[in-house]
């Protein structure tokens, strides 16, 4: 049984509800935590690319990727769980890890499924819950991993605004 129905959850992946990528967060973090989604990454076999500015490079370790001087530029690494959907992970600070998910790309019961497959994966990995907001709304979780249910569950009603 999927840990959430389309029916139920259809207004959270809304893009003109939403925002288009929502903000999705593991709070609590640490630069081993980073190190550890690193390795989840590229233990799982999923597509990927890390880059700098706009140059694909190597994937360093977490430590090099945090450690990086303030002006810098930005770096990011997109990651393909499935075909057709991207994740991007935005390594800014080491207290928190931060990505984006694409509502576009995630419709329908088997959006659904594949966006609490990628939270449960990486909320199991970490072992910490993992939430997503609406974007720029870091403050009001909508839905997320919990790791006490071993499953993503809601965490705001999805019939109000």
């Given at each position: 049984m999927p840990d959430l129905l389309w029916s139920e959850v259809e207004n959270f992946f809304d893009p003109d509800r939403m925002g288009a990528l929502p903000d999705v967060c593991v709070s609590g973090t640490s630069v081993e935590d980073w190190q550890a989604v690193f390795d989840l990454v590229r233990s799982k076999g999923w597509a990927w690319e890390y880059l700098e500015g706009d140059v694909e490079q190597r994937l360093p370790s977490a430590v090099e990727v945090l450690s990086r001087p303030a002006d810098s530029e930005m770096?990011?690494?997109?990651?393909?769980?499935?075909?057709?959907?991207?994740?991007?992970?935005?390594?800014?600070?080491?207290?928190?890890?931060?990505?984006?998910?694409?509502?576009?790309?995630?419709?329908?019961?088997?959006?659904?499924?594949?966006?609490?497959?990628?939270?449960?994966?990486?909320?199991?990995?970490?072992?910490?819950?993992?939430?997503?907001?609406?974007?720029?709304?870091?403050?009001?979780?909508?839905?997320?991993?919990?790791?006490?249910?071993?499953?993503?569950?809601?965490?705001?009603?999805?019939?109000l605004d």
């Open positions: 770096v990011r690494l997109r990651v393909w769980p499935v075909p057709d959907v991207l994740v991007i992970f935005w390594p800014i600070s080491t207290t928190e890890i931060d990505f984006d998910v694409d509502l576009r790309q995630l419709q329908g019961q088997a959006g659904v499924d594949t966006l609490c497959d990628f939270l449960c994966t990486v909320g199991r990995w970490l072992g910490k819950p993992v939430s997503m907001s609406a974007e720029g709304d870091y403050g009001y979780p909508v839905l997320g991993f919990d790791p006490a249910a071993d499953r993503v569950v809601l965490l705001a009603d999805p019939e």
